[in-house]
């Protein structure tokens, strides 16, 4: 499994997912069951980012399996997750990570109630910016403002938590 580790990892680092979604479907069977409309959204999501973190990447690549006819069903998606990343190889606090992404990938970040680590929160705050970009256009830019304020509330509380 080493091996396939090495490639999936080369895969989210080089950005080569169309390229290489054979190999993506038969290490996430499920994700041969995304419609046309969210593969094209996943590949704007993961070709946005700018971070370079694997839990984003991993959580954008993954994150609409868990929705069925229009709802999201976050144990299925879990399952999915834990299975996958534990079969090549990736810790439980690292599987946990990128599942905790995925589940709050559409809850709007409380800088008043910061529920983890710093570097978790701004890859959380890197997930949601991706996903807003993949959606309508009617509604990016207004998504894109509410996450340009969270951010900045989020870094005025990051460094007025080092100035204590």
């Not at 991993?58 to 929705?67: D, E, K, S, T, V």
């Not at 256009?137 to 204590?164: H, M, W, Y």
Request: with cysteine.
């Amino acid at each position: 499994m080493l091996e396939a580790k090495q490639k999936f990892e080369e895969i989210l680092i080089n950005n080569k997912y169309q390229e290489n979604k054979d190999f993506l479907c038969k290490l996430i069977p499920e994700l041969r069951l995304l419609t046309p409309e969210l593969w094209h959204q996943t590949l704007i999501s993961l070709n946005t980012t700018p971070s370079e973190a694997l839990e984003v990447k991993i959580a954008l690549l993954i994150h609409n399996i868990g929705l069925k006819e229009g709802k999201y069903y976050p144990g299925l998606c879990k399952f999915i997750v834990k299975r996958t990343l534990e079969n090549l190889g990736y810790h439980h606090t690292f599987v946990d990570r990128v599942f905790y992404l995925i589940d709050t990938s559409n809850t709007l970040i409380d800088p008043d109630n910061l529920d983890n680590t710093y570097d978790l929160i701004m890859n959380r705050l890197e997930t949601q910016y991706a996903l807003a970009l993949a959606l309508d256009p009617k509604v990016i830019v207004n998504n894109v403002l509410k996450l340009n304020a969270i951010r900045e509330q989020v870094l005025d509380r990051a460094s007025s938590n080092l100035t204590k």
